[in-house]
């Protein structure tokens, strides 16, 4: 059931990525973009739990840990990420941006969550190399430099974030947390868009910004039902499902073709991935 849920996360989460870059290329502001998609994705949370006449609030605790998982770690990982898609192609991106799995498990072990292993170096190598193929084979034209640094820079953000909500959030559904975070994060980032540039939605990106919406709130209550079961780093594996959703809706609806030396190397950084979170044993627990 964890996997099941985690996959069906990174299938959300793909193709909101192309959603995203499309919004991208259209020049809407990372704030109003990212914004109204956490704020939507909020919204629909708490609707489907009222709907169910579920608890709207995670357990004592924990709501302040949700909202500031938002509002701190969502919203920086996803404006970096939504910035990342501005400078080059979906499926480039995607394919960097999952060097995160391999980045979750060295917290883990810094952290003695996980025992180090031998698989740790190869499966670091692995994710090293693609990373450097999917930028040599793209060039400008698949990616800018800038891209490169900030899909590196999201990967970070976002592997801190999963190892956080793992540690920080244990006893919440999956919903009231996912509806907390989603909100944390809209409240931030519309917050800093009306102090800065202003608020302003264009009609012909309504469409994209309420599939974007829907799709993440889909992801999130998947995500926080999968953490629990599988922990941080096997449900980063089991998400790099999430770069070849990207690639191929990439292709098929952006018209972004993903070279052969690029998808070497995205294999590489999904190989790496599941190398190193398959192969580390979870250490003993603290006395």
């Given at each position: 059931m964890g996997s099941l849920c985690a996959l069906g996360a990174a299938t959300s989460f793909g193709a909101n990525v192309v959603t995203q870059r499309s919004l991208a290329r259209a020049q809407l502001p990372v704030t109003t973009a990212l914004g109204v998609r956490f704020g939507i994705a909020s919204v629909l949370l708490f609707a489907v739990l009222a709907l169910r006449?579920?608890?709207?609030?995670?357990?004592?605790?924990?709501?302040?840990?949700?909202?500031?998982?938002?509002?701190?770690?969502?919203?920086?990982?996803?404006?970096?990420?939504?910035?990342?898609?501005?400078?080059?192609?979906?499926?480039?991106?995607?394919?960097?941006?999952?060097?995160?799995?391999?980045?979750?498990?060295?917290?883990?072990?810094?952290?003695?969550?996980?025992?180090?292993?031998?698989?740790?170096?190869?499966?670091?190598?692995?994710?090293?190399?693609?990373?450097?193929?999917?930028?040599v084979a793209g060039g400008e034209i698949s990616i800018s430099a800038t891209g490169v640094a900030l899909a590196l820079a999201s990967a970070c953000c976002f592997s801190v974030y999963l190892v956080a909500s793992n540690r920080l959030i244990r006893r919440s559904p999956a919903l009231p947390i996912g509806a907390w975070v989603a909100g944390g994060a809209s409240v931030a980032l519309l917050v800093v868009g009306a102090a800065t540039a202003g608020i302003a939605v264009p009609r012909d990106t309504v469409g994209r910004?309420?599939?974007?919406?829907?799709?993440?709130?889909?992801?999130?209550?998947?995500?926080?039902?999968?953490?629990?079961?599988?922990?941080?780093?096997?449900?980063?594996?089991?998400?790099?499902?999430?770069?070849?959703?990207?690639?191929?809706?990439?292709?098929?609806?952006?018209?972004?073709?993903?070279a052969a030396t690029q998808l070497i190397g995205g294999v590489g950084i999904v190989a790496g991935a599941a190398l190193v979170a398959t192969g580390t044993a979870k250490a003993p627990a603290a006395p």
């Open positions: 006449r579920e608890p709207l609030r995670p357990v004592a605790g924990e709501r302040m840990r949700a909202a500031l998982l938002g509002i701190v770690g969502y919203a920086t990982e996803a404006g970096v990420f939504y910035l990342a898609l501005g400078e080059g192609s979906a499926g480039a991106v995607a394919l960097l941006f999952y060097a995160y799995p391999s980045l979750v498990v060295l917290i883990e072990v810094a952290l003695r969550d996980r025992g180090l292993t031998v698989r740790l170096a190869v499966s670091l190598g692995l994710a090293s190399t693609g990373a450097v193929l999917v930028v910004l309420l599939l974007s919406g829907l799709t993440t709130a889909v992801a999130f209550a998947l995500l926080y039902a999968a953490l629990p079961l599988l922990g941080a780093g096997p449900t980063a594996v089991v998400m790099t499902m999430e770069a070849f959703v990207a690639v191929t809706l990439g292709a098929l609806l952006l018209g972004e073709p993903i």
